[in-house]
């Protein structure tokens, strides 16, 4: 695979200001309270072109008591402004992710919510690859998988193990990395998430 010699955005390009990223987990909370306690759906629009801008959004959906993995939904690609994809993407994660049973409107208190937005899709060999750094997402055939960033720091991998576990995610063979078929691209991502303590309803 040959890299495309694109730019990575410089740092400063990528940054949401402190009070961009609280409105956004406040349109999640309140898009998740909102659905799966009085069953409507909030339309949002913004006036910033920061958080108007079509951008892909991950959002993932922890329970608060013990940490563990309660849901995570995303879109790798820009379709649209990003403080809607921010709800959409809450939304699926509470309802939409076959691995788990939907989140209710009575486990809202325990579910701690993270925010990552990605930079476009950038082609990258995999020597290039930097563990902390890269998210990646490989496209092999009819096979996708996609990892975000902080998931190698989480299990200590080091990048060939980052490489064969987005393998596995797309359900290819954990080499299949160095096939000439394999497309293998990388993305940065601002990660925000809500404070430690338990939120008060926004009802």
């Known amino acids: 695979m040959e890299s495309n010699g694109l730019s990575w955005p410089t740092p400063g390009a990528l940054q949401l200001s402190?009070?961009?990223q609280q409105t956004l987990l406040y349109v999640a909370r309140h898009t998740l309270e909102a659905y799966l306690c009085w069953g409507q759906y909030p339309a949002w629009h913004?006036?910033?072109p920061a958080l108007s801008t079509p951008r892909a959004v991950f959002v993932t959906l922890r329970t608060r008591s013990c940490g563990e993995l309660r849901g995570c939904r995303g879109d790798a690609?820009?379709?649209?402004?990003l403080i809607e994809a921010v709800a959409?993407?809450?939304?699926?994660?509470?309802?939409?992710d076959p691995r788990f049973p939907n989140v209710t409107c009575a486990e809202l208190p325990d579910i701690h919510i993270e925010i990552n937005v990605l930079t476009p899709l950038q082609r990258i060999?995999?020597?290039?690859?930097?563990v902390g750094r890269h998210g990646l997402m490989i496209v092999k055939g009819e096979r996708v998988g996609l990892l975000l960033p902080q998931v190698p720091c989480d299990f200590g991998w080091n990048r060939v193990q980052?490489?064969?576990g987005l393998c596995a995610k797309a359900g290819l063979s954990l080499l299949a990395w160095r096939a000439k078929d394999a497309q293998l691209y990388a993305f940065e991502t601002e990660q925000f998430e809500e404070?430690?303590?338990?939120?008060?309803?926004?009802?």
């Open 18 to 20: 402190a009070s961009m």
């Open 46 to 48: 913004a006036e910033v």
């Open 162 to 164: 980052f490489l064969c």
């Open 125 to 130: 060999c995999p020597n290039e690859v930097e």
């Open 88 to 96: 959409s993407m809450a939304l699926a994660a509470a309802t939409d």
């Open 195 to 203: 404070s430690a303590e338990a939120p008060e309803s926004l009802a």
């Open 77 to 81: 690609h820009r379709h649209f402004p």
